[in-house]
């Protein structure tokens, strides 16, 4: 009873950040991997299986965290999830209209905050380590799937033109971009951690 009292007593701010990186990392493994294995294009699956491993290897390791202090993972259903690695794994789909939407190139850093509370000290030396190899990876992977997805566009002859408003737009073949589904991939690694930023927003504030 004294046991619990104390883990009670000591319960870290961040569980929820980490509860939402788990999560929505295992979410990116499996949409990246299913369209990995739907793809002909051999140089992006290489890619995508590469970001993939690395998503579900953080989905695991963060999970293993929760577990190291104590508490275990909240589990939240996706009632899209399905309907989307339907998408992501379909062949007939083309590569193109899976690809995330392009920006305008000035997307919020989504691990700005967390670094800064990293530096203040909010979080135990493991976990602060754990982070830090974590951010460094993901932004490896991004800048390998913008160089991968940048092929995909080159090959399709899309070229991207602003508005006028600081938003791109597809052109060359005249296709109209991605659908909503396709943004929903974990295209975090390509606008900015969209949906990951997301979560973690929410935690910080629960926090």
């Known amino acids: 009873m004294a046991s619990t009292t104390m883990t009670a007593a000591k319960k870290p701010t961040y569980l929820g950040l980490l509860n939402a990186i788990s999560l929505a990392e295992t979410e990116a493994g499996v949409y990246l991997r299913a369209w990995a294995d739907a793809t002909c294009d051999e140089e992006l699956a290489c890619t995508l299986r590469l970001v993939a491993a690395r998503e579900t290897s953080h989905g695991v390791l963060f999970c293993r965290m929760l577990s190291e202090l104590g508490y275990e993972l909240r589990e939240k259903a996706d009632p ?52 830090s190899w974590y951010i460094c990876e993901e932004r490896d992977s991004g800048a390998k799937l913008r160089e991968a997805y940048a092929k995909v566009r080159a090959k399709a002859g899309v070229s991207v033109k602003s508005n006028g408003n600081g938003k791109a737009m597809t052109g060359g073949n005249g296709h109209s971009g991605p659908s909503e589904d396709a943004k929903a991939i974990m295209a975090c690694m390509t606008e900015g951690f969209a949906r990951l930023e997301k979560s973690i927003q929410k935690a910080m504030a629960r926090a």
């Open 80 to 131: 899209k999830s399905a309907e989307r690695i339907a998408r992501y794994a379909n062949p007939k789909i083309s590569d193109l209209d899976k690809l995330p939407k392009q920006g305008s190139g000035e997307e919020k850093d989504p691990f700005g905050e967390i670094e800064r509370a990293m530096a203040d000290g909010a979080y135990d030396p493991v976990t602060c380590n754990m982070l």
